[in-house]
């Protein structure tokens, strides 16, 4: 189960990458697509590793790992419009739980994958919890909105990804696949190239002291949380590479659950960092969806 606890370490790095995706988005990049095209374009720096033993694809294998990277950029982009507009501990699970119900579509249908009885029952549990964390009531939502049907496009992109990717490592070894599919979300990055609003971000304005201040301070912010992002995808993708790739995705639930107590924490704490609204409603369904995470995950290593 060498697995689990390799996708446990990526979850958890994560749900921190998720918290600051929102700060960064609400204090300092105003556009999703801008955050979409400095969070892709790099990827193609993965090209660097070809010298060091990287395998070349073969035949449609070459379109299979542009699926995988293009739907992950694409899952990225379309996850920072919906955050943009929902409050991330509510949006992060509903995505969550789309891409579970998604993989478990696609992977049974296009790799075969069969899961038993018990973990059928985690799934589900994960499912019912990532749904009940997304419950949002605040001051500019109450029930569903705009930003969830964003959700459930970032949901199926970011299912295609993986369900690809996984067809890649079983293929492939893992540091050939994950350096294909990887360099390959820098598609998405040419495509944010498009949009007036990623072409601004190059032209050179006078500003004042404190907000070149500012700048630096979240351009350091921005590079750690790429940084952690990296780390964190690269343990769930071996993790998927190492066993099943809807197992290791019905996990996300407790990257919920951590992320979930960091906004508690910094919303408690430091409020002018990062807050969000809370009723006691929300909090105790916010609490029960936990509950049912802890116990759906832990029906995986039965």
Same mark, same amino acid.
């Given at each position: 189960?060498?697995?689990?606890?390799?996708?446990?370490?990526?979850?958890?790095?994560?749900?921190?990458?998720?918290?600051?995706?929102?700060?960064?988005?609400?204090?300092?990049?105003?556009?999703?697509?801008?955050?979409?095209?400095?969070?892709?374009?790099?990827?193609?720096? *993965?090209?660097?590793?070809?010298?060091?033993?990287?395998? !070349?694809?073969? /035949?449609?294998? #070459?379109?299979? $790992? @542009? +699926?995988?990277?293009?739907?992950?950029?694409?899952?990225?982009?379309?996850?920072?419009?919906?955050?943009?507009?929902?409050?991330?501990?509510?949006?992060?699970?509903?995505?969550?739980?789309?891409?579970?119900?998604?993989?478990?579509?696609?992977?049974?249908?296009?790799?075969?994958?069969?899961?038993?009885?018990?973990?059928?029952?985690?799934?589900?549990?994960?499912?019912?919890?990532?749904?009940?964390?997304?419950?949002?009531?605040?001051?500019?939502?109450?029930?569903?909105?705009?930003?969830?049907?964003?959700?459930?496009?970032?949901?199926?992109?970011?299912?295609?990804?993986?369900? *690809?990717?996984?067809?890649?490592?079983?293929?492939?070894? !893992?540091?050939? /696949?994950?350096? #294909?599919?990887? $360099? @390959? +979300?820098?598609?998405?990055?040419?495509?944010?190239?498009?949009?007036?609003?990623?072409?601004?971000?190059?032209?050179?304005?006078?500003?004042?002291?404190?907000?070149?201040?500012?700048?630096?301070?979240?351009?350091?912010?921005?590079?750690?949380?790429?940084?952690?992002?990296?780390?964190?995808?690269?343990?769930?993708?071996?993790?998927?590479?190492?066993?099943?790739?809807?197992?290791?995705?019905?996990?996300?639930?407790?990257?919920?659950?951590?992320?979930?107590?960091?906004?508690?924490?910094?919303?408690?704490?430091?409020?002018?960092?990062?807050?969000?609204?809370?009723?006691?409603?929300?909090?105790?369904?916010?609490?029960?969806?936990?509950?049912?995470?802890?116990?759906?995950?832990?029906?995986?290593?039965?």
């Amino acid at each position: 189960m060498n697995w689990f606890f390799v996708a446990l370490l990526g979850y958890i790095l994560l749900g921190i990458v998720f918290v600051l995706d929102k700060f960064i988005l609400d204090k300092s990049v105003s556009k999703p697509v801008v955050y979409t095209f400095y969070s892709t374009i790099f990827m193609f720096a *993965a090209l660097l590793a070809l010298p060091f033993g990287v395998e !070349f694809l073969v /035949g449609v294998d #070459w379109i299979i $790992a @542009a +699926i995988a990277g293009i739907g992950f950029g694409l899952g990225l982009w379309w996850m920072y419009k919906a955050v943009s507009i929902g409050e991330t501990s509510h949006m992060s699970p509903f995505i969550g739980a789309g891409i579970i119900v998604f993989i478990y579509a696609l992977s049974r249908y296009f790799l075969g994958e069969e899961l038993t009885n018990v973990q059928i029952v985690g799934i589900v549990l994960l499912v019912c919890a990532s749904l009940l964390l997304s419950f949002e009531k605040s001051n500019k939502h109450n029930g569903f909105h705009k930003g969830f049907l964003w959700g459930i496009a970032a949901a199926f992109a970011f299912a295609i990804s993986h369900v *690809a990717s996984k067809y890649i490592y079983d293929v492939y070894d !893992f540091f050939s /696949g994950f350096i #294909w599919t990887r $360099a @390959a +979300i820098g598609l998405v990055g040419i495509m944010a190239l498009a949009y007036p609003s990623v072409w601004k971000t190059f032209q050179k304005k006078k500003k004042e002291k404190s907000k070149v201040y500012a700048k630096r301070h979240v351009v350091g912010i921005v590079a750690s949380n790429k940084i952690l992002g990296v780390v964190a995808v690269i343990l769930i993708q071996y993790a998927i590479a190492l066993g099943s790739v809807t197992l290791v995705n019905a996990m996300a639930g407790l990257q919920y659950a951590f992320m979930f107590l960091l906004i508690i924490m910094f919303t408690k704490f430091a409020p002018k960092v990062f807050k969000e609204t809370f009723t006691k409603k929300e909090l105790l369904i916010e609490w029960m969806g936990m509950f049912l995470i802890v116990i759906g995950s832990a029906l995986f290593v039965l």
